[in-house]
């Protein structure tokens, strides 16, 4: 089935850090999102992207949806001890109503 | 805020033996996922359900797997045997309508452990 490519695989950065993640695919998807799962955990929904070129953010988080409709981007600003945890991409290929996810970007913060 | 519930939270196994999962979605969500997620891997679907009926079950097990709502609200997800390939947490998902803009809202999880 189809793959999403996401990457780093892992960060380790200080809390204050800006964080930057990204995800790609091999064909056009109609919706990106992004989750966060703690460990121990289900994923839960930080932002839903619906439009190429969309920019939408979530305090401090802010995603954007490709123009290319093949990838799309999270970031993190002044990153905080509680940003912690694994970043999922997931989208909706066009036509299909599954969710692929990525594999996810582990994100380590340094007090 | 409503949860999506799951039990149990954890499970160890030995091979050969059966498991079941139970999940109860918010409450008046219409669709019910369940997804396998192994170690260092995003979730990846098993199946879907609108009320009472399968939508999706292309990536389930059948020889093993089964999963069933019969009343259209709360779901059991049943393995008979497990396998060591098992080993993995166990997601349930619920959203309003299954249409693509719903967003699909996460139960905690069953980590299940195959010995």
């Known amino acids: 089935g189809q793959q999403l490519n996401q990457s780093p695989q892992s960060m380790f950065i200080q809390e204050g850090e800006d964080v930057s993640m990204n995800c790609t695919s091999s064909?056009?998807?109609?919706?990106w999102l992004w989750y966060k799962q703690d460990p121990g955990e289900g994923p839960v929904l930080l932002i839903a992207l619906y439009k190429a070129g969309e920019l939408t953010s979530n305090g401090r988080l802010t995603a954007q949806f490709g123009i290319t409709r093949k990838d799309s981007f999270l970031n993190i600003s002044a990153s905080i001890p509680s940003d912690v945890g694994i970043y999922f991409c997931?989208?909706?290929?066009?036509?299909?109503?599954?969710?692929?996810f990525g594999k996810g970007t582990k994100l380590t913060v340094n007090p | 805020e409503a949860e999506v519930a799951q039990s149990p939270r954890y499970k160890i196994t030995e091979k050969s033996q059966a498991v079941a999962f139970w999940c109860d979605p918010i409450?008046?969500?219409?669709?019910l996922y369940w997804y396998r997620q192994i170690l260092g891997q995003g979730p990846e679907l098993l199946v879907q359900f609108q009320d009472e009926s399968v939508v999706d079950d292309s990536q389930l097990p059948k020889d093993r797997f089964s999963a069933e709502r019969l009343k259209g609200v709360d779901s059991t997800l049943k393995i008979q045997p497990a396998e060591l390939g098992d080993s993995a947490m166990y997601l349930c998902?619920?959203?309003?309508?299954?249409?693509?803009?719903?967003?699909?809202?996460f139960g905690p999880g069953t980590r299940l452990t195959v010995l």
């Open positions: 064909s056009i998807f109609n919706t």
């Open positions: 997931a989208g909706l290929e066009g036509g299909s109503e599954k969710l692929v």
């Open positions: 998902a619920s959203s309003l309508s299954g249409i693509s803009t719903d967003t699909q809202y």
């Open positions: 409450s008046g969500h219409a669709t």
